[in-house]
């Protein structure tokens, strides 16, 4: 029996990553694109991702939360350079893109899977660490197999090896974007180069996938177990195409299922929430937490494993050592040994993210270069000091010898 869903989106999530002195540069390009808005957290507004993130967080990720109107006001007035270098200095900078309007001409051709882009956003740190999250919903079918389908297909729609012809059946239902090709200009206008990203081993070919589903109640509730659906759920959570039929390895994934009627699944490939409209929150209340408090979640774990593989390359090659030392205690003191949220369930998937991304294991084989250097700069200016003692210790000799021969001859 085909499974129908009632509600569908999915996050396609670009990490890259801009050089750090040239951050400010790029803050001043993206504020002087029209289509690109500073988005603003107001706590009237987004009391709930407020009230779910911790204090430090919050500072951290949405500073715009501890300006006043009258701050702001002061900010926008500032010229373009200005207003840059200042959002430069915070930890994280937010943007909100907004493409043309959806078409609503006739669709000629009846097999394709049309979605549109109702929300961009572009989350930068000042690290040069961004994301550029894509929102995107399928457009006339309820068919679960098309967004099986859609998944598997549009997150690889960045590979310069691709072939077109693969996308065939996917359209895109905007005027800015008449084919893929356009899409993926849009992507590298935004993005830029990708010779820091390939530094981090960032993949480039390939969106991260944040996915959120609601199916239809019949196929879920009292009288109808999840087992029977449970192969179509383990192809949504990692991300796989309707007709596949391999082995999944429970190894790969976590899965919260707290809730009667929803799980939240994990992989290193992205995030999917399944749901069923049995339960009336599923399409109400969780599609909106799980597109800001979760997705923010989300982000800062991404951030924080490819921040920890930019200070460990830092190590590494020993440049700058003294400031890299600096920043990796800086960060460990604002986000990695504080708590990102009180909220339970926020908290498990947040511990459960740590665990897949293995960020416990980044940190510390990062902390260890960190003692190394350490030690190493501590013997260092040792040995420097030892030595400046014993030159002293000649000098002081030579004058003292001097002077005796001064005496005896005088």
């Known amino acids: 029996m085909e499974l129908k869903t009632k509600y569908q989106y999915t996050y396609f999530i670009y990490p890259y990553v801009i050089k750090e002195n040239k951050y400010s540069k790029y803050l001043i390009k993206l504020l002087k694109d029209e289509n690109c808005t ?7 507004k987004d009391l709930d991702i407020y009230s779910y993130f911790s204090h430090r967080v919050r500072d951290y990720m949405f500073s715009s939360f501890n300006l006043s109107k009258t701050k702001l006001a002061k900010l926008k007035e500032l010229p373009l ?20 309007k959806d078409i609503q001409g006739k669709v000629t051709e009846q097999n394709g899977i049309f979605f549109k882009i109702p929300k961009i956003e572009i989350i930068c740190f000042n690290t040069g660490i961004c994301f550029l999250c894509i929102k995107t919903t399928i457009e006339e079918s309820d068919k679960f197999s098309d967004l099986l389908n859609f998944n598997y297909k549009f997150r690889d729609i960045t590979q310069e090896f691709s072939n077109l012809k693969n996308y065939d059946n996917i359209r895109v239902q905007t005027d800015c974007f008449s084919d893929v090709q356009y899409f993926k200009e ?49 192809k949504y959570m990692n991300i796989l195409p309707n007709d596949n039929s391999i082995n999944f390895s429970k190894d790969e994934m976590k899965i919260i299922s707290k809730w009667k009627y929803a799980k939240l699944g994990l992989t290193k490939q992205g995030v999917t929430l399944f749901s069923s409209s049995y339960d009336m929150n599923n399409y109400t209340v969780f599609p909106q937490e799980f597109q800001e408090q979760y997705l923010y979640t989300y ?13 460990n390359l830092e190590f590494r090659q020993g440049a700058n050592v003294n400031k890299t030392r600096k920043e990796f205690i800086k960060f460990t003191k ?18 459960y993210l740590k665990e897949v991304l293995e960020l416990d294991n980044i940190y510390y084989d990062t902390k260890n270069k960190y003692d190394v250097l350490y030690k190493e700069m501590n013997i260092e200016k040792s040995v420097k000091n030892n030595a400046i003692i014993a030159a002293i210790l000649v000098i002081a000799l030579i004058i003292n010898t001097i002077d005796i021969i001064y005496f005896i001859t005088h």
Do not use: H
């Open 186 to 234: 849009f992507i590298q206008s935004i993005t830029g180069p990708n010779v820091e990203s390939l530094k981090l081993d960032i993949d480039t070919e390939r969106f991260l996938t944040y996915s959120y589903v609601c199916i239809d109640q019949e196929y879920w509730n009292n009288n109808s177990d999840f087992d029977k659906i449970k192969n179509s759920y383990l």
């Open 334 to 351: 604002s986000i990695w040994i504080n708590e990102v949220t009180d909220e339970d369930t926020g908290s498990i998937f947040y511990q």
């Open 38 to 44: 500073l988005r603003i957290f107001r706590k009237d």
């Open 299 to 311: 982000i800062l774990a991404m951030y924080t494993k490819l921040y920890l593989k930019k200070i």
């Open 81 to 100: 350079d200005t207003r840059a270098a200042i959002l430069a200095k915070n930890p994280c900078t937010i943007f909100e893109y907004t493409i043309k």
